[in-house]
């Protein structure tokens, strides 16, 4: 699967249509950007059951901004709709692959768990 540009407009139904979603923030003026994208396209092509997404920041600042983005590129990983990995710089092919691979051997019930007891806790004591 090659990769796709998605907008505030796809953002939302993207991330919720598939299982592991890697979202690659980029400018065409960065260098490292350019030097990362035949990288992640490689990689599109050999996990073709991972929605590999780009976001130009330049164009779509509202969304970056809503990311946080603050250095590009940026990597961001979604499983599940779990936001589960976000960090800035391009990675060399092998680190890129060595992370799809542990997204794919999340569990993801446990995160799920994991979630839902810091909410637990983080709520205040009914009075």
Known sequence: ????????????S??????IVL????????GPCRSFAPTY????????NITFAKVDTEA????????????????VAF??????????GALPAEALED??????ALDMDAIREEIASEE?????AAQ
């Open 41 to 48: 396209e490689q990689m599109s092509e050999k996990f073709p």
């Open 14 to 19: 993207t991330i919720a249509d598939n299982d």
């Open 23 to 30: 979202i690659d923030f980029w400018a065409e003026w960065c």
């Open 60 to 75: 779509e600042q509202e969304l970056a901004a809503g990311f946080g983005i603050r250095s590009i590129p940026t990597l």
């Open 120 to 124: 637990d806790a983080s709520e205040p």
């Open 1 to 12: 699967m090659a990769t796709v540009n998605i907008t505030k407009d796809t953002i939302e």
């Open 99 to 104: 992370l799809i691979n542990q997204i794919e």
């Open 79 to 88: 499983r599940d709709q779990i936001g589960i990995f976000s960090q800035p």
